[in-house]
């Protein structure tokens, strides 16, 4: 009799395969079919997830086969994101907790953290402040932290579920000390003080994108996606608090994904400056306190 799956290489073409059929929709993390198999195989054999080639053709046990085979066919059948099926996600060379109390992690804004804003935040050591406003799973919060040691972190999120899994993370990261997770319906709760860097990605998207977002979005809490009819709701509401929030030489960073033109149309006239990232110049955009004093 001849076994159907025995090596890591069974498993790959099979769920390559399977994924394919079922035309899932990849948006968490991995571009394609074979990325995302790849990395559900490697994780649930308990592999490096940077060396695949070396274990291809080892053979597997039986019940190896069969933790693997459920992973996969959970990704198909109930379309579950991959970072919910491994409780982890990771931003670059950061791994995070996730489960679904909270929006799987995804940002275009950690792509400008490592080089601290450049040029728009003159003197990064000299940041010792900053605001993160909706944090979700507190990722964005523990990269800034990393990326401005001398900076106190306050990461707001109005979801008590999603500050449990930010404090899983902060926790691990050992930055309770410098993290600080607040419930808060935006500035609300918030103690006033001034702000070197007001940081958020918000809920954005508008109401005709929320009704045909692809299955594996509506496994994610829609709070933290629904940003109203324009998808602006929320950031008009930070824009607006922004500038009293923020020192003489204070920034706000915004990530709008695909809601350019509706940015534009809300927040155009104060002169928006778009910033480039691998999703081109059209998903994060970045306003001066000085800009922000006509808002």
């Known amino acids: 009799m001849t076994v159907p799956f025995s090596t890591p290489r069974d498993l790959l073409r099979f769920a390559v395969s399977r994924f394919a059929a079922a035309k899932l929709f990849f948006g968490h993390g991995s571009a394609e079919a074979y990325d995302e198999a790849a990395y559900l195989v490697l994780h649930t054999l308990h592999l490096p997830l940077d060396r695949l080639e070396p274990f291809l053709d080892a053979r597997l046990l039986p019940e190896e086969v069969e933790r693997v085979l459920?992973?996969?066919?959970?990704r198909v059948t109930e379309r579950v994101p991959a970072a919910y099926l491994t409780n982890e996600a990771w931003l670059g060379e950061y791994r995070f907790y996730v489960d679904e109390r909270t929006i799987v992690p995804r940002s275009f804004?950690?792509?400008l953290i490592p080089?601290?804003?450049s040029p728009w935040v003159a003197n990064p050591e000299r940041v010792a402040n900053v605001l993160e406003l909706c944090t979700g799973s507190g990722c964005l919060a523990i990269m800034l932290a990393d990326a401005f040691p001398d900076a106190?972190?306050?990461a707001v999120d109005?979801?008590?579920d999603a500050l449990a899994?930010?404090?899983r993370n902060v926790r691990d990261y050992q930055l309770e000390g410098r993290v600080?997770?607040?419930e808060s319906d935006l500035y609300t709760h918030?103690?006033?003080?001034?702000y070197d860097l007001i940081v958020t990605n918000p809920p954005y998207v508008n109401s005709g994108s929320m009704a045909r977002l692809p299955q594996e979005y509506l496994r994610e809490p829609q709070i933290a996606l629904d940003g109203g009819p324009d998808g602006m709701d929320l950031v008009r509401k930070i824009v607006a608090g922004a500038g009293e929030r923020l020192t003489p030489n204070g920034v706000l960073v915004v990530e709008i994904g695909n809601e350019r033109d509706f940015a534009e149309a809300a927040f155009g006239e104060l002169g928006l400056t778009w910033v480039s990232t691998s999703a081109g110049d059209d998903a994060v955009f970045l306003l001066t306190a000085d800009q922000l004093q006509t808002a």
Do not use: G, W
Not at 70 to 74: G, N, P, Q, S, Y
């Open 158 to 160: 109005i979801s008590p």
């Open 152 to 154: 106190v972190v306050d």
């Open 109 to 111: 804004i950690a792509e």
């Open 115 to 117: 080089d601290h804003f």
């Open 190 to 194: 918030v103690p006033f003080k001034k």
């Open 180 to 182: 600080n997770l607040i």
């Open 165 to 167: 899994v930010a404090q």
């Open 70 to 74: 459920a992973v996969i066919e959970r």
